[in-house]
Structure formats: structure tokens, C-alpha cells
């Protein structure tokens, strides 16, 4: 079992670039969450997926990012048109239900330059 | 939307000395979470309980829902100790909700 996969790791994007951040949950979740973390601030929940469905996605800027999870594959957030300001590390969890708790990935930290 | 609060935000110790680090929270929830995170790391969940205490090794967290707070206690503090920890609580207190964060506690164990 190789837990939530992130990839990339590390993402460098130009200003006006778009970003595309890749979570594979852990085999058996259905559930996956997104969550950025500012330099020197706190972790923000960003969108909650179930397969094919965007449940909650209350903590999504409203323009730029989307996410999906399809039915088959990882589930991706894009930024698009990005800016300095969404230089972040962007973390990825999954669960496979309420009692279960979360597993979270490694984290894709991107750099906008 | 649940608010998380967590103390002290920053913590040095002497390795050896016994930690506490406290949580609250301002609506009630199924299940409340501690992490771990070490500098530039990813996140390792370290507990998720809804009452009472659990222990992992030299780990304890303990909860109290009635009064809306929680603590992580290390016990035989080391440096390898020495990391950010995060208390986190469901967004609307229950479901399967995403989370809300505290803003961590930064600890550094002094050898």
C-alpha cells in the first residue's frame, strides 16, 4: 500500500503558467481533499472530492483553481494563469469514510517565479 | 464553521521534559485530529479521537467534549520530538467534512 501519492513534488511555474497538481488516493478511499499551506501560515482546506462529484469546494478561490477527481485516475487541482501569491505547498489527503481518519500525502510545493 | 485555537504557539523544552500542547475548539465534532509536521515535510497523522485518551508510545492525546478541548502530551521528551504540531477539527464538526486547522505549535527539544 504506497499511501497518497503527490506528484510532482516540486513544481516551478512562470508567472501567467498553469499548474497541474496530481493526488492518487490510498487504494480503497474515496474521499480526497485539498489543502494549501501559505509560507509561515496554516494549513486552508480548499475543496473536498468524492469520485466524479465535488462535494464542498468552500475553500476554493473563486477564479483559477479547479479540481476534479474522475472516475478512473487521480484526482487533479489546476491553477491557472498563476501568480506569485500561489506559491504554496499544496497537500492532498484521502479517507475511505468518516470513522477512518485521514491519510495525507507529501505535498506538491509549488514555486511561481 | 468550527474555529480552532491552539497554544502555545511556539514551545522550546530540554529533552527530557514532559510537553503539553492544548487545543480548542468552538463547535462540537465527531472526531478531533493531531498531526505532525517536520519543516519543509509532509504530515503524519498522529491521532484521531472522539473521547477519552489514547497513547502511542511516548504519545498521549486526551479529549474533553464537553468543555471543547483537547491536549497532546509527550512524555521522555527528544529532539528527534522536534517538529509542528497540528490540531484539526472537521469543518462543520462532524461528516465527512474537510478540516480546520490550528495554527500549529512550533517545538524544538534542546539536546
Redesign the interface.
Known amino acids: 500500500n504506497a499511501g497518497v501519492m503527490q506528484n510532482p513534488r516540486h513544481l516551478v511555474r512562470r508567472r501567467g503558467q498553469e499548474a497541474r497538481l496530481r493526488c492518487s488516493p490510498m487504494k480503497g478511499h474515496s474521499?480526497v481533499?485539498w489543502?494549501r499551506q501559505l509560507p509561515e501560515e496554516?494549513?486552508?482546506?480548499?475543496?473536498?472530492l468524492q469520485k466524479e462529484n465535488i462535494?464542498?469546494e468552500?475553500?476554493m478561490p473563486k477564479e483559477r483553481f479547479s479540481a476534479e477527481f474522475p472516475k478512473e485516475g487521480p484526482s487533479i487541482l489546476r491553477i491557472q494563469q498563476v501568480v506569485r501569491g500561489d506559491s504554496a505547498a499544496y497537500?492532498c489527503?484521502s479517507?475511505q469514510?468518516?470513522a477512518y481518519?485521514?491519510?495525507?500525502?507529501?505535498?506538491t510545493r509549488l514555486t511561481v517565479v | 464553521k468550527n474555529e480552532v485555537e491552539q497554544s502555545p504557539q511556539n514551545l522550546t523544552a530540554q529533552e527530557g521534559e514532559f510537553i503539553t500542547i492544548n487545543c480548542s475548539y468552538s463547535v462540537g465534532i465527531s472526531a478531533l485530529h493531531w498531526l505532525q509536521q517536520h519543516p519543509g515535510g509532509g504530515i503524519v497523522s498522529l491521532f484521531m479521537l472522539s473521547s477519552g485518551k489514547k497513547k502511542h508510545g511516548r504519545l498521549i492525546a486526551t479529549i474533553n467534549i464537553q468543555e471543547k478541548h483537547s491536549s497532546l502530551h509527550i512524555t521522555a521528551s527528544h529532539p528527534r520530538d522536534s517538529a509542528v504540531y497540528i490540531c484539526a477539527v472537521p469543518n462543520s464538526g462532524g461528516g465527512a467534512d474537510g478540516l480546520t486547522f490550528g495554527k500549529g505549535t512550533h517545538l524544538i527539544i534542546q539536546p
Open positions: 474521499h481533499y489543502y496554516g494549513l486552508k482546506f480548499m475543496v473536498y462535494i464542498d468552500s475553500g497537500f489527503a479517507s469514510g468518516v481518519g485521514y491519510t495525507f500525502g507529501s505535498g
